[in-house]
T-cell receptor, first 113, second 113 residues
Framework: AQSVTQLGSHVSVSEGALVLLRCNYS??????LFWYVQYPNQGLQLLLK??????LVKGINGFEAEFKKSETSFHLTKPSAHMSDAAEYFC???????????FGKGTTLSVSS | DGGITQSPKYLFRKEGQNVTLSCEQN?????MYWYRQDPGQGLRLIYY???????QKGDIAEGYSVSREKKESFPLTVTSAQKNPTAFYLC????????????FGPGTRLTVT
């Protein structure tokens, strides 16, 4: 069965510092993986996705993620945090047959000046 | 502008009352989804529909009902049988079975007292 684990419910960084949000997945089939961002009281916005092909995926707002099959990981990174990056981030894996997504519990990113 | 609309943004009801949350999309997407979000629990799938006049239960369907009479609409009814209805409800859509990424509406925050 598919599952997603996000390590760390809360991550705090300083403005300009590296952002690293961790996601590990479990999947019985080749996974499709996603990162979404949610600002308070809003819906989710797709940051990036991995389906097939290149394992380093670039997304919006300077974020990128690397699919590592051997580590069953899909960590999200950004070289330099900005105050506007403060939000909740969700990692998700597609269920078999693409019927729905399974989400991790989320990581809240705080950015301090 | 193409997108997903959910109304209302905030909804208040008394315990024992049924309430219907609206979700409309003009993206011409085939599949639509309802998720429930509670703090620290990520998103949990309530119901989904891959085609008009067909829908399936998700992981937490008890106390909820849906209909899919039109491609663009997927209303969710929270019945009085739902034990803890207070939550943030998110509607999403997906282009087709070949696609995997979902696009989300802005959400409805339901408070039942």
């Amino acid at each position: 069965a598919q599952s997603v684990t996000q390590l760390g419910s809360h991550v705090s960084v300083s403005e300009g510092a590296l952002v690293l949000l961790r996601c590990n997945y479990s999947s019985s089939v080749p996974p499709y993986l996603f990162w979404y961002v949610q600002y308070p009281n809003q819906g989710l916005q797709l940051l990036l996705k991995y389906t097939t092909g290149a394992t380093l995926v670039k997304g919006i707002n300077g974020f990128e993620a690397e699919f590592k099959k051997s580590e069953t990981s899909f960590h999200l990174t950004k070289p330099s945090a900005h105050m506007s990056d403060a939000a909740e981030y969700f990692c998700a894996v597609s269920r078999p047959a693409g019927t729905a997504l399974i989400f991790g519990k989320g990581t809240t990113l705080s950015v301090s000046s | 502008d193409g997108g997903i609309t959910q109304s209302p943004k905030y909804l208040f009801r008394k315990e024992g009352q049924n309430v219907t949350l609206s979700c409309e999309q003009n993206l011409n997407h085939d599949a639509m989804y309802w998720y429930r979000q509670d703090p620290g629990q990520g998103l949990r799938l309530i119901y989904y529909s891959q085609i008009v006049n067909d829908f399936q239960k998700g992981d937490i369907a008890e106390g909820y009902s849906v209909s899919r009479e039109k491609k663009e609409s997927f209303p969710l009814t929270v019945t009085s049988a739902q034990k803890n209805p207070t939550a943030f409800y998110l509607c999403a859509s997906k282009e087709s079975q070949g696609a995997h990424e979902q696009y989300f509406g802005p959400g409805t925050r339901l408070t039942v007292t």
